[in-house]
């Protein structure tokens, strides 16, 4: 998972969920045999606790990828320190189980999809930046010169 942002969520796992989806490839559009991907999903929530026992945080993660290795289940203290967030669920490909000391690690991990803001706040950087500006004004002038020449 490319770009994670420096996260740390310690606690327990609750309500864990475990799912596939199918995913249909890429493939040219109309495409009756496009391949199918099962993906495996895992959901669950890290709840964490303040000193007299009381919920300090609920911290919703999502595994998912072409396949999960490593075992999870609820009650078990865990630690994640790299992740995502994407809508409030922070999505991570390795969930480290300080109750049975191993590593839940996905393969063929998937990104979440960039949130549309996030891409209205690219294009906006990209249009005020320098180069963009020197790029149009050079496509101006080729476009001037080949039409020109017609």
Known sequence: MSADARIRIVGRV???????????????AGNPYAKRKSIQIWRFVVVSFDKNGNVAQRAPVELRGESILGLLD??????????????????????YNKSTHSIVKVEGSLAPPI??????????????????KILLLALTIFAFYVFKKR
């Open 14 to 28: 609750r309500e864990i969920n475990r799912g596939t989806e199918e995913k249909k490839q890429w493939s040219i």
């Open 74 to 95: 609820p009650g078990d203290e865990v630690e994640i320190t790299s992740g995502r967030p994407y809508y409030g669920t922070t999505w991570t490909d390795r969930v």
């Open 115 to 132: 949130p549309a803001e996030n891409v209205g706040r690219f294009l906006a950087k990209v249009i005020r930046s320098p180069f963009f």
